[in-house]
């Protein structure tokens, strides 16, 4: 039995050195200039940038490390990518949606960005301009100190977000700009088409963003009207409140909210946020003269 135990242990020392260059093929090191990821949301719409930070490190950048008038890849390693996940405006220019190779031109009075269709190319080896999706012109602009390149979305709103490139004392910004209220009028319209007869979830949701947003105002108030028709309650019901009082009719607003306030105090699913917010609005309605 001894003699079977030590035979076993003999074997299992003659395989482990076999096994550590498996370990090793494992091995990776850290890149120079490390990966970065940056995303904002503008509305419904995404946009994102993957990119390798290079580090100043004491060089010239601008007409040195990044010579003049020639396409650079605009980070390290791979190209940078930029996304879109609905058609976007650059600057005014309409670019679809998808993922494109961000290359750019600098000089020292104005910059050609160029999102390229050759997303898969090294750097900008290769780089061919009849790939173009899009050429626009942003002008650089001096900038605090920035060691590693960076991209960020600055001062995003509910349609638009300056992309900003910036590296070493230099900033360069593109603004972005997409039509939220347009694709979310549109999507709306196909999911009330395509709801089912009982579902007053659909068209209350639709015409709630619509009021808030300002628009398409008679399809406002006829999905407002068909989702109440389906289930009177107090989301319903307070959203007719409103869009009677903005039409002028504070009679018919008052009734409502005191209808909605009735079913949202019956119901112990409300939030109190909302219910204390109709019932303010009730107060200023009638406080009025």
């Given at each position: 039995m001894r003699l079977m135990q030590v035979a076993r242990l003999a074997?299992?020392?003659l395989l482990a050195p076999a096994a550590l260059p498996v370990s090793a093929q494992t091995f990776t090191t850290p890149r120079p200039s490390p990966a970065a990821k940056v995303t904002q949301t503008v509305g419904i719409?995404?946009?994102s940038v993957a990119y390798s930070r290079p580090g100043v490190r004491e060089r010239t950048i601008w007409g040195g490390l990044v010579p003049w008038a020639q396409p650079w890849r605009t980070g390290a390693n791979e190209a940078t990518q930029f996304s879109t996940?609905?058609?976007?405006?650059?600057?005014?220019?309409?670019?679809?949606a998808g993922t494109?190779?961000?290359v750019t031109i600098p000089t020292a009075e104005s910059w050609t960005v160029v999102f390229s269709k050759q997303k898969d190319m090294w750097g900008a080896d290769g780089y061919d301009a009849t790939q173009d999706a899009l050429r626009v012109t942003a002008k650089p602009v001096p900038a605090a100190h920035v060691e590693r390149m960076q991209f960020t979305f600055d001062d995003p709103t509910n349609d638009a977000v300056t992309l900003n490139l910036r590296w070493e004392k230099l900033s360069v910004p593109v603004?972005?700009?997409?039509?939220?209220?347009?694709?979310?009028?549109a999507a709306a319209r196909t999911a009330i088409a395509e709801a089912k007869a009982d579902d007053w979830r659909t068209p209350y949701r639709?015409?709630?963003w619509a009021y808030d947003a300002g628009v398409a105002p008679e399809e406002t108030a006829k999905w407002a009207a068909a989702a109440a028709k389906l289930k009177e309650n107090f989301q319903t019901a307070g959203l007719l409140a409103r869009?009677?009082?903005?039409s002028g009719d504070r009679k018919k607003a008052t009734e409502l909210m005191k209808k909605s306030i009735a079913y949202g105090k019956a119901d112990t699913t409300t939030v109190p946020v909302l219910l204390e917010a109709n019932e303010k609005l009730l107060a200023e309605w009638t406080a009025k003269k």
């Open positions: 074997g299992a020392l719409t995404e946009f996940s609905d058609e976007v405006m650059v600057e005014g220019q309409k670019l679809a494109y190779a961000l603004r972005l700009s997409v039509d939220t209220n347009g694709k979310t009028l639709a015409a709630n869009l009677a009082a903005k």
